[in-house]
């Protein structure tokens, strides 16, 4: 008697054990849509995001704070800048060096939540300044992949407004977001000098996250 009740109470509670580990896969196989769960571990990571699917991204926690999305890179690569619009829309480059990470994927990615975009910019005597947007976003492809910004801080002067609301043009070379007249430049060929204002630029790094990050990770 106390044998078979001893034996259901077991049988019970493996099947608990199972129905933990089952819940527990599930959770760890479902593939995040922006690199905050990387936090403690930048680098490389696959991310799934409606619309576009499966598809890696680089993510940084060095320059300000964990679990960021680098979308844009120029680190003295000799990648060319001077592509077509389907090159854009899609991505191009090497995450050793340099890259964007295509206007699509950034378009989903930010339409899902509320973002903050983050520019990391070094001139050519190695000094450092940043530019930070708290509402960060680009339409969709019908609408032009156009430009939001949100609210400014930084280091340097606010260079991006003048091209927001802008569509992403289709018919120039290095193609920026800009409006009467362009104050920045980022996807200038390297030998001409990614610039920023009048500041020409040795080193460029656009990061986005979800907008209250840093609250979720101080709390
Ligand atoms: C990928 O994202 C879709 C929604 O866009 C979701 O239905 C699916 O379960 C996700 N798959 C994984 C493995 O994360």
């Not at 289709?170 to 104050?183: A, F, G, L, V």
Request: proline share 5%; hydrophobic share 35%.
């Amino acid at each position: 008697m106390n044998g078979i009740k001893n034996n259901s109470v077991f049988s019970i509670i493996i099947l608990q054990i199972f129905l933990v580990a089952k819940a527990t896969e599930t959770i760890n196989t479902l593939i995040p849509s922006s690199c905050s769960p990387f936090g403690d571990s930048p680098g490389v990571h696959q991310l799934n995001v409606s619309g576009v699917g499966f598809f890696d991204v680089l993510c940084d926690s060095q320059l300000a704070g964990p679990g960021w999305i680098v979308i844009q890179q120029r680190v003295g690569g000799n990648e060319d800048f001077n592509r077509d619009s389907a090159t854009y829309r899609n991505g191009f480059g090497s995450f050793e060096s340099d890259f964007f990470l295509g206007l699509e994927k950034i378009h989903r990615i930010t339409s899902l939540q509320r973002y903050e975009l983050y520019i990391h910019l070094v001139d050519e005597d190695g000094r450092t300044y940043n530019a930070r947007y708290d509402d960060f976003k680009i339409s969709d492809k019908d609408n032009g992949y156009a430009l939001s910004l949100g609210k400014f801080s930084g280091t340097i002067p606010d260079a991006m407004r003048s091209g927001e609301f802008s569509r992403f043009p289709t018919n120039m070379e290095s193609p920026w977001w800009y409006h009467t007249h362009i104050d920045c430049n980022l996807n200038v060929p390297y030998w001409r000098r990614p610039f920023w204002m009048s500041i020409s630029l040795r080193e460029v790094k656009m990061l986005i996250r979800p907008k209250g990050s840093d609250e979720e990770v101080s709390n």
